[in-house]
């Protein structure tokens, strides 16, 4: 936990460092009423004292107390600030990073446990700093000093009072090592029990078409069930201190008096008053040294689960990001638009086997180049490595004559625009959709949007909504259909207005005429540009410059859409089994 201390400003140390002064001053205020409690029983207890004496050790009391209260009034707002200031920049360095995260170091954390992460376990670390900063510090400091006055009083009262400490720290060490273990295991159902719900919430009307509430049911007791067992055992686990705390002070309290009657007993006439003030200051200061691992307690209660915390949200921090940012910035070589895989490989790290093997093609600005094969022939994979998704594990990808490696990552995503498989939509309007992130170009005016819609074949229906361009969008698009949302995405990078435009099985949504429509719309607006298009459907890629086809993992044809029915058999039997030959033939 302490290495996330560095997200603490200088400010923060500052609170920090006027805190522990104040606390310090809190204990010395606390620690000085005894005493004045000490005189006011010796003076009661004195023949011929004064009652202006007693009132005034009364009010140096009193003013102990309020100095006390102010001291805490005061270091209660300050450790606020920094709990709060903790808990924001923490949250924020948490976000970045994820962000900043691949593809492929993604996939080491699920979306359950990285939402766990940046919402409950800061949580859990902020209640420490918040509530614990102050018991850390004034605990010990006050354990020590009060034991520092003590110590000369009587053999007898130390003694009683270390036993007392001894059962207080074995008791703590034996119940936190029991839990300790298991504070882990429920940060781990609390991710559980977020994907569970995200699963059921996600896909609410499959579970419904399908009647399987009762199955969800299950699902999620079973977890909701390990959950609340885990915390159950953790709390009596804990609950076990209070009784055993307040049993010990109660025996301390009264093994001080019944051994401190013996000893005035026997005292002789003379030290007998000392002897009682002594009692009283002494069971004052026993109580204080109780109350302080009491304090102690507390944290230990508290401690456990942030250190857990701290360890998963450090593992997101602290995690190596495997796509390394090139430096390239520009264009020296005065091409644009031009792509060239020069024998591209890959396989997933954790994989054996390659997905790609040997890739070589070209491809140049103003063309059009298709990849299609069958289901897991790699074609997404492919154009993933161009974005850098993931790095090639062998070969190289150029971009403009530059290894995409090279390349500052914000440069290489403002000139090639994706359009990913799956259209993403985020709450919102349609223009700020349509003009979500930066672009080389800036962001683009109502002129580029409306322009955009027209190409995508998104603005016919936009027209219609009540606020046109500013009809709201739901989280993940759901007030629109999955081709409404494919529209939208596709307007959203032709709006960019990039180098390079990828098309991930963009088009699968649309019905024929629209598709046609829209790549005939497209071929006009991105003539300057490189079209890398995924397709499933022959009809999308009839008219492609060049048609790559893959096959398990390797180019097994390369041409136009004649050229490989003539040469390769395996487009061929992709065209066949979506379209007559009689049609082919027309084509």
Known sequence: MIKLLKNLRKRDWIYFFVSTCLIVFQVWLELKMPDYMSNITQLVQTKGAAMSDILREGGYMILCAFGSLVSSFIVGYFVSRIAASFSFRTREN????????????????STSSLITR???????????????????????????WAVTKILGKSIEW?????????????????????????????????????????????????????????YQEE??????????????????????????MYLVMYFLTLAIYFVGAILIKDAGLSDKIVLFG???????????????????????????RAEVSAKRINEVLEAKTTVQNGSVKENPNGLKGTVEFKNVSFKYPDADEYILENISFTAKRGEI??????????????INLIPRFYDVTDGEILINGINVKDYDEEYLNNIVGYVPQKAVMFSGTVNSNISYGSSVHGKPNQKKIEEALKVSQAYDFVSKLDDKENAHVAQGGTNFSGGQKQRLSIARTVARDPEIYIFDDSFS???YKTDATLRKELKKYTKDATNLIVAQRIGTILHADKIIVLDRGKCVGMGTHKELMKKCKVYKEIALSQVTKEELENV
Do not use: C, H, W
């Open 94 to 109: 948490v976000f970045k990073k994820v962000e900043s995260l691949s593809a492929e170091d993604i996939k080491k954390f």
């Open 118 to 144: 940046t919402t409950n376990d800061i949580t859990q670390i902020e209640m420490i700093i918040a509530m614990g900063l102050q018991l850390m510090i004034k605990a010990p400091v006050t354990a020590i």
């Open 158 to 214: 130390s003694a009683i009072t270390a036993v007392a400490v001894v059962i207080l720290l074995v008791t703590i060490g034996i119940i936190t090592k029991i839990v300790m273990p298991r504070f882990k295991i429920v940060q781990e159902l609390i991710d559980r029990i977020n994907s569970v719900t995200r699963e059921n919430l996600s896909g609410i009307r499959v579970v419904r078409a399908f009647n399987a509430e009762d």
């Open 219 to 244: 699902k999620f007791e079973k977890v909701n069930n390990d959950l609340t067992n885990n915390q159950l055992f953790n709390q009596k686990a804990f609950n076990v201190l209070n009784p055993i």
């Open 278 to 304: 002594d009692m009283i200051v002494f069971s004052s200061y026993a109580m204080q040294v109780i109350m302080s691992f009491l304090m102690l307690a507390m944290i230990f209660m508290m401690l456990p």
């Open 369 to 382: 180049v298709a990849f299609i094969g069958s289901t897991g022939s790699g074609k997404s994979t492919l």
């Open 509 to 511: 949504a649309l019905d």
